[in-house]
């Protein structure tokens, strides 16, 4: 099993910055990814960006160069700069073992960003 504990949400105005982190704990071991999904009021859940244990990076076309992935061990970070009213959402934590079918999710965070 893992847990993921997030941290970091908030309100901010247009052109501000937010930094979210997760933590995971419990059973982690070998290559794996993490990541962060979000979720905005009646739209499907979307990757934003994920980093594996290589450090290897994804982000969506709409966030790039304004988004950075970072990890330091099982801890990841999504420095969230520019921000658009666009970019409001649940934003939830994701990791996945590579290989594996199994993955887990944290509880996730508002973003909320006005304009």
């Known amino acids: 099993q893992v847990q993921l504990v997030e941290s970091g949400g908030g309100l901010v105005q247009a052109g501000g910055s937010l930094r979210l982190s997760c933590a995971a704990s419990?059973?982690?071991?070998?290559?794996?990814?993490m990541g962060w999904y979000r979720q905005a009021p009646g739209k499907q859940r979307e990757l934003v960006a994920d980093i594996d244990t290589g450090g290897v990076t994804y982000y969506v076309d709409s966030v790039k160069g304004r988004f950075t992935i970072s990890r330091v061990q099982s801890t990841v970070y999504l420095q969230m700069n520019s921000l658009k009213p666009e970019d409001t959402a649940v934003y939830y934590c994701?990791?996945?073992?590579?290989?594996?079918?199994?993955?887990?999710w944290g509880q996730g965070t508002q973003v909320t960003v006005s304009s």
């Open positions: 419990g059973i982690i071991f070998g290559s794996n990814a």
């Open positions: 994701h990791y996945q073992r590579t290989g594996s079918t199994s993955d887990y």
